[in-house]
């Protein structure tokens, strides 16, 4: 049974910096593609960022680039998300997904979705 975790979230200051952790098991996490999504209140999901299986290639949304900074540890099978430079706007419930074809070009090869953790970011 595949379960993804959060952890990370709170609450910080424009400006300020968070790391989002998303913990895996019950799949082989090093075979999987992961990523992160974000739904802000009254706005639909949004695609943050994306590894591949071996994180030899990385999406991130326009919005994040040069701020967030995705990262993985397949010994660990956990995901992790470095936020910096936080702005109000990156206020929002951000969710870990995998992707069980290792696909990570489109937001509906994500097949297992974790709760999520809120980020706000206050100014």
């Known amino acids: 049974q595949v379960q993804l975790v959060e952890s990370g979230g709170g609450s910080v200051q424009t400006g300020g910096s968070l790391r989002l952790s998303c913990t895996a098991s019950?799949?082989?996490?090093?075979?999987?593609?992961m990523g992160w999504f974000r739904q802000a209140p009254g706005k639909g999901r949004e695609y943050v960022a994306a590894h591949t299986r071996t994180a030899d290639r990385t999406f991130y949304a326009d919005s994040v680039k040069g701020r967030f900074t995705l990262s993985r540890d397949n010994t660990k099978n956990t995901l992790y998300l470095q936020m910096d430079s936080l702005k109000p706007e990156d206020t929002a419930v951000y969710y870990c997904a995998a992707s069980s074809t290792g696909l990570i070009s489109l937001a509906s090869y994500f097949d297992s979705w974790g709760q999520g953790t809120q980020v706000t970011v206050s100014s």
């Open positions: 019950g799949f082989p996490f090093a075979k999987y593609g």
